[in-house]
Nanobody, 115 residues
Framework: QVRLAESGGGLVQAGDSLRLSCSVM????????MGWYRQSPGKQRELVAN???????NYEDSVKGRFTVSVDYARNTMALQMNNVKPEDTAVYYC?????????WGQGTQVTVSS
């Protein structure tokens, strides 16, 4: 069983930086893809950034150049560094890991950006 726990969310002002972390339990992060999604009220959950099984990084267009996804293989964690945040980045951010034909999600961490 894979368990994911996000941390690092909070209330920040536009232009600030924030770092989210996802602790991964039950599977080594080196085994495959993983990523970050977010969901705002009234909107569908969307992919923010991911790391493929080959190590490639992909980003949603609105966060390119501002967000960076990374993996710490020693600590078995994934991080999302968010720089120059904007009010439209306000959402609940979820850690996501697909393994063995199943999708595993964390409970999410709230990020609120004030203007």
């Amino acid at each position: 069983q894979v368990r994911l726990a996000e941390s690092g969310g909070g209330l920040v002002q536009a232009g600030d930086s924030l770092r989210l972390s996802c602790s991964v339990m039950g599977t080594p992060v080196r085994l495959g893809a993983m990523g970050w999604y977010r969901q705002s009220p009234g909107k569908q959950r969307e992919l923010v950034a991911n790391i493929t099984s080959g190590g490639a990084r992909n980003y949603e267009d609105s966060v390119k150049g501002r967000f960076t996804v990374s993996v710490d293989y020693a600590r078995n964690t994934m991080a999302l560094q968010m720089n120059n945040v904007k009010p439209e980045d306000t959402a609940v951010y979820y850690c996501y890991v697909p393994r063995w034909g199943r999708d595993f999600w964390g409970q999410g961490t709230q990020v609120t950006v004030s203007s």
